[in-house]
């Protein structure tokens, strides 16, 4: 045998190729979908989720997660192509991929561990929304001015009818059998009965049709000069950051499922070889997709081959295919989606909204909200940033000092806790220069100067002491501390006792 598809430790091919047809099939309309939202052809679209697909599979970090095009880039780049056209558009994707190599080289890939888990939780929540909200799409039409109308009477009942027979082969079939994944037999079933039946119901194929040749190479017709630059480098910048930030947090989310590890640098340089070479095909580039990613990982694909699958199934689609899989019914795609939407929310964050501290509650609905309102990128830096506030205001409260006399009747003030930007202020305030003997002792041995800003309240507290004519003696500071002291310089007494060694963020030396 050339092949042999019996499942062993390393794998199953059999699973990886039945959920990379299951995908493949769910790719099309999303893919048309997000070609229309950017702005440009159906082909487009459909060509970027196969390069892109097929190169990230190939040579990426996570074995079983689905790239393609994507609406987070999508709403990027509409403002794009109708300002400057669909060229400026390719040329951005190169440059897009070439960013998001180099952010894999330089091994940038590992701040995605500083996303906090509030912010995962809100960045899965806020995408299962909004892939929910994308698939109301399905349940409307347009009417004789192109205005978008909800479907009624008989077409309305129709699309509910086959929506939720499709989710409920997909549930309950696993009961039975897991022979074949499950959104593989119940698009086909529903399929299938359509065209028994005769039934009124729109087909992929009421979209847009898929049917094209094989992707051409196409160097972007725009000029090589400062001005075309200064044109798309910032989107690919932007472009760039959103594509990597949900590439990576998918990541985690199919490492956390699946119980295994990816490699998120090595992914970095995959989406950014994928996208170079897209833009150079006739692509809109694109990222991984956590509503296939999911369809993929539940389906039992887990290997490279499923991702490869799919963006063979998808190329055959466009070259051999494109009258059979027009003939699928929306309603198929849509219910496979609403089991997506299903699976991907955390509905435990529900359950614990009350259980866990109210800020990262607050963190938490706050991505959720901006991940629907704008884009990823956006909700999530925005979530790293409350995040960080949070955590600076909760540790600026811990700084505290403990007095006692110590020899010749001096006064040492014993500190603990971080001395950092957020609690300079506690500081300056647990110290009475006008009061205190004229000789004090601060202690440093529990607790450790973090930044510049705290050895610049060390200095000013230094100063404070000076004016009133007193003898301060700041004891277990670092090397580099006492480098970085201006005011207070004389005043850093070295002890017996081993100085503590560790560096500090700070922006000068002196």
Request: proline share 4%; with cysteine; hydrophobic share 55%.
């Amino acid at each position: 045998m050339l092949f042999n598809l019996e499942c062993t430790d390393r794998g199953c091919p059999k699973n990886d190729i039945l959920s990379g047809l299951t995908v493949a099939l769910a790719l099309v309309p999303e893919a048309v979908a997000f070609a229309f939202v950017a702005g440009v052809g159906p082909l487009v679209g459909l060509y970027a989720a196969f390069m892109v697909g097929l190169i990230t599979a190939v040579i990426g970090g996570r074995p079983g997660m689905i790239s393609g095009a994507t609406g987070a880039l999508a709403v990027v780049m509409v403002a794009l192509v109708a300002e400057h056209g669909v060229e400026y558009l390719f040329a951005t994707v190169v440059l897009m991929g070439l960013i998001q190599i180099l952010v894999g080289i330089l091994r940038l890939g590992k701040f995605i561990r500083m996303v906090p888990h509030p912010v995962m939780l809100g960045f899965v929540n806020g995408l299962a929304i909004v892939i929910f909200l994308a698939q109301l799409n399905s349940f409307q039409i347009e009417d004789a001015a192109g205005n978008l109308q909800w479907l009624q009477g008989n077409a309305l009942w129709t699309m509910f009818g086959l929506v939720t027979v499709t989710m409920a082969i997909i549930h309950f079939l696993p009961k039975l059998t897991k022979a074949i994944p499950s959104s593989l037999a119940a698009i086909i079933v529903v399929t299938l009965a359509v065209i028994t039946i005769d039934m009124e119901s729109r087909t992929v194929g009421d979209i847009a049709s898929i049917a094209g040749g094989f992707p051409q190479f196409h160097l972007p017709m725009v000029p090589l000069n400062l001005e075309t630059l200064t044109i798309i480098f910032p989107y690919a910048l932007i472009l760039a950051a959103i594509g990597l930030i949900e590439s990576l947090l998918t990541l985690s989310l199919i490492d956390e499922i699946t119980e295994t590890r990816g490699r998120g640098n090595k992914e970095c340089v995959g989406q950014g070889v994928a996208n170079t070479v897209t833009g150079l095909f006739g692509g809109m580039g694109g990222c991984a997709m956590i509503g296939q990613s999911m369809i993929n990982v539940n389906s039992g694909g887990r290997g490279r081959l499923s991702g490869i699958s799919a963006a063979l199934f998808l190329l055959m689609f466009i070259l051999f295919a494109s009258g059979l899989i027009e003939m699928i019914p929306l309603a198929a795609l849509t219910g496979v989606m609403f089991m997506v939407v299903i699976g991907t929310f955390e509905w435990s964050s529900l359950r614990i909204m009350g259980k866990i501290p109210r800020a990262d509650a607050f963190v938490l609905i706050l991505v959720s909200a901006v991940t629907v309102a704008t884009d990823l990128a956006i909700a999530v830096v925005v979530g790293i940033i409350v995040s960080a506030l949070v955590f600076a205001w909760q540790h600026a409260k811990h700084i505290n000092v403990k007095t006692y006399s110590g020899n010749m009747g001096s006064k040492v003030y014993e500190l603990h806790g971080p001395l950092f930007f957020a609690s300079v202020n506690n500081f300056q305030e647990l110290f009475n220069p006008k009061d205190d003997p004229d000789d004090v002792v601060v202690e440093f041995q529990h607790s450790r100067v973090m930044d510049h800003s705290a050895i610049e309240a060390i200095d000013t507290l230094a100063e404070r002491y000076l004016n009133a004519h007193k003898r301060l003696h700041l004891r277990h500071l670092s090397e580099e501390c006492r480098q970085l002291l201006k005011k207070a310089g004389n005043l850093v007494e070295v002890n017996v006792i081993k100085d503590p060694n560790y560096r500090v963020a700070a922006d000068e030396l002196a």
